[in-house]
T-cell receptor, first 110, second 115 residues
Framework: QKEVEQNSGPLSVPEGAIASLNCTYS??????FFWYRQYSGKSPELIMF????GDKEDGRFTAQLNKASQYVSLLIRDSQPSDSATYLC??????????FGAGTILRVKS | NAGVTQTPKFRILKIGQSMTLQCTQD?????MYWYRQDPGMGLKLIYY???????DKGEVPNGYNVSRSTTEDFPLRLELAAPSQTSVYFC??????????????FGAGSRLTVL
């Protein structure tokens, strides 16, 4: 059974700071890695995804992969109060299935 | 373009009752999924489908059934509801890895309480 682990948090950062979120995964053969954001009472929405061949930057968000240590990071620069949410890490699995972590709660304080 | 539509949004059931959660999509995606999310927990896969007429069990299928007669619809049936099925249910569609990465799009969710 593939596993994805995340620190539940909450992670608290001041407005304007960099928020760093991490998740570890068990399947060394994983090829795709996803970050979803979920506001309280809402459904998850995709922030970005990366493949096993490299990192990606999209605006204030950067996803990084460390294959040797089997963890994925999401950096949020210039954090805003509107970034306060639960961040779900997901790993692409067998048969087009995604395996999700439990999520990390991020709180950005103004 | 509505994306993924789930009904009902809220429902209270008594123990032993049955019901169907509806999910319909207009994204023309072959892949569809049902997840449940318990408080403070991640998403657990109940059932999924890779196309009309094809379904398969996920991680937590017990107590549920699905069908996929069309590309658009993927209803989830709860038989003999139990308190352990109290959860938020999300339906999602996926683009499939043939497009690069299997990006999921979620419906708004259905909050079910079994008393």
């Amino acid at each position: 059974q593939k596993e994805v682990e995340q620190n539940s948090g909450p992670l608290s950062v001041p407005e304007g700071a960099i928020a760093s979120l991490n998740c570890t995964y068990s399947d060394r053969g994983s090829q795709s890695f996803f970050w979803y954001r979920q506001y309280s009472g809402k459904s998850p929405e995709l922030i970005m995804f990366i493949y096993s061949n490299g990192d990606k930057e999209d605006g204030r968000f950067t996803a990084q992969l460390n294959k040797a240590s089997q963890y994925v990071s999401l950096l949020i620069r210039d954090s805003q109060p509107s970034d306060s949410a639960t961040y779900l890490c997901a790993i692409g699995g067998d048969g087009n299935k995604l395996v999700f972590g439990a999520g990390t709660i991020l709180r950005v304080k103004s | 373009n509505a994306g993924v539509t789930q009904t009902p949004k809220f429902r209270i059931l008594k123990i032993g009752q049955s019901m169907t959660l509806q999910c319909t999509q207009d994204m023309n995606h072959n892949y569809m999924y049902w997840y449940r999310q318990d408080p403070g927990m991640g998403l657990k896969l109940i059932y999924y489908s890779v196309g009309a007429g094809i379904t398969d069990k996920g991680e937590v299928p017990n107590g549920y059934n699905v069908s996929r007669s069309t590309t658009e619809d993927f209803p989830l049936r709860l038989e003999l509801a139990a308190p352990s099925q109290t959860s938020v249910y999300f339906c999602a569609t996926g683009t499939g890895v043939s497009s690069g990465a299997n990006v999921l799009t979620f419906g708004a969710g259905s909050r079910l309480t079994v008393l």
